[in-house]
Nanobody, 121 residues
Framework: QVQLVESGGGSVQPGGSLKLACTTSGFNLEHYAIGWFRQAPGKEREAVSFIDSRARATYYADSVKGRFTISRDIAKAVVYLQMNDLKLDDTATYYC??????????????WGQGTRVTVSV
């Protein structure tokens, strides 16, 4: 059974850090790209960061460049999102998703349940 499970969310103050984990199972992580997305209350879902199947290509939204880093551990089948210098606008539920063809096609079609990140003073 294909599964993606997010963890690592929580509450932090502005300037703080969190490391999210997307634990995958039921498929070979070396054959798929993984993306992180987020959705804040009342807003549309937005792409945050992607890593391709070979970990050679990455994508970062402009709003997180220089602050967030995506990485993966094949042995553990986990994709991480290190988030530093968190801002109030980073508050959202963060989701990871799987794509067979990114960067050719962003066909993210298997999603996790999400983990909540709250940045507040």
């Amino acid at each position: 059974q294909v599964q993606l499970v997010e963890s690592g969310g929580g509450s932090v103050q502005p300037g703080g850090s969190l490391k999210l984990a997307c634990t995958t199972s039921g498929f070979n992580l070396e054959h798929y790209a993984i993306g992180w997305f987020r959705q804040a209350p009342g807003k549309e879902r937005e792409a945050v960061s992607f890593i391709d199947s070979r970990a050679r290509a990455t994508y970062y939204a402009d709003s997180v460049k220089g602050r967030f880093t995506i990485s993966r551990d094949i042995a553990k089948a986990v994709v991480y999102l290190q988030m530093n210098d968190l801002k109030l606008d980073d508050t959202a539920t963060y989701y990871c998703a799987r794509s067979r063809n990114w960067p050719l096609t962003p066909d993210f079609n298997i999603w996790g349940q999400g983990t909540r990140v709250t940045v507040s003073v």
